[in-house]
């Protein structure tokens, strides 16, 4: 099993749709999380992390379920420049080869 | 502007050359990583500094690879014998935190090998 597992989709959704995914990770001792963007050849940049008690940045909003052990990312109103690949990421501790980046998700916004 | 820099964007080589990356921090950053990702994939840890030394090396980085970062500013990552499975994105990544677990990553745009 896969220390950080996302579905790699594609997703393919209307603009101004709400679309979620998810991803589970192994690690019970992981601290923190991340979801980071990735377009087309380029390189990943962090869209926001992800706390306990949720975290929101305008259209899109991040949650962490422990019990389960998987973050969640929904964006709302979705745009154009949504189109991405989503990539979460999860630090299982002190050491750096701890930071573990899943697959990704592919999204695709279609007008 | 992720504060990254690396250098080259783009190699093409032949297998069995030697190939060398650099990444420049603008600012100085005692925490600096190399990672490797492949089309369809997730990057994948390949080393770490801190400061000059270099702390944690993955099972990836065969004897073929060496990384180094002499002053504790730039780096480069090398490659000895490329083989065509070493074609990839070279990754370089930041961080702005001094050593808590919220370690936010800030990468450089990488450099794109192909080896034919």
């Known amino acids: 099993r896969k220390e950080v597992e996302q579905d790699p989709g594609p997703f393919n959704v209307p603009e101004g749709a709400t679309v979620a995914f998810n991803c589970t990770y192994s690690n019970s001792a992981s601290q923190s999380f991340f979801w980071y963007r990735q377009d087309c050849r380029k390189e990943p940049k962090l869209l926001m992390s992800?706390?306990?008690s949720g975290n929101e940045d305008g259209r899109f909003t991040a949650q962490l379920n422990r019990a389960s052990q998987y973050i969640s990312l929904l964006i709302r109103d979705s745009k154009l420049s949504d189109s991405a690949t989503y990539l979460c990421?999860?630090?299982?501790?002190?050491?750096?080869?701890?930071?573990?980046f899943g697959s990704g998700t592919r999204l695709s916004i279609r007008p | 502007d992720t504060g990254v820099s690396q250098d080259p964007r783009h190699k093409i080589t032949k297998r069995g050359q030697n190939v060398t990356f650099r990444c420049d921090p603008i600012s100085e950053h005692n925490r600096l990583y190399w990672y490797r990702q492949t089309l369809g994939q997730g990057p994948e840890f390949l080393t770490y500094?801190?400061?000059?030394?270099?702390?944690?090396k993955s099972r990836l980085l065969s004897d073929r690879f060496s990384a180094e970062r002499p002053k504790g500013s730039f780096s480069t990552l090398e490659i000895q014998r490329t083989e065509q499975g070493d074609s990839a994105m070279y990754l370089c990544?930041?961080?702005?935190?001094?050593?808590?677990?919220?370690?936010?990553?800030?990468f450089g745009s990488g450099t794109q090998l192909s080896v034919l």
């Open positions: 990421v999860v630090n299982g501790g002190s050491s750096a080869s701890k930071i573990i």
């Open positions: 500094f801190q400061n000059e030394a270099q702390l944690e």
């Open positions: 992800v706390y306990s």
């Open positions: 990544a930041i961080t702005h935190s001094q050593g808590s677990v919220d370690e936010k990553l800030f």
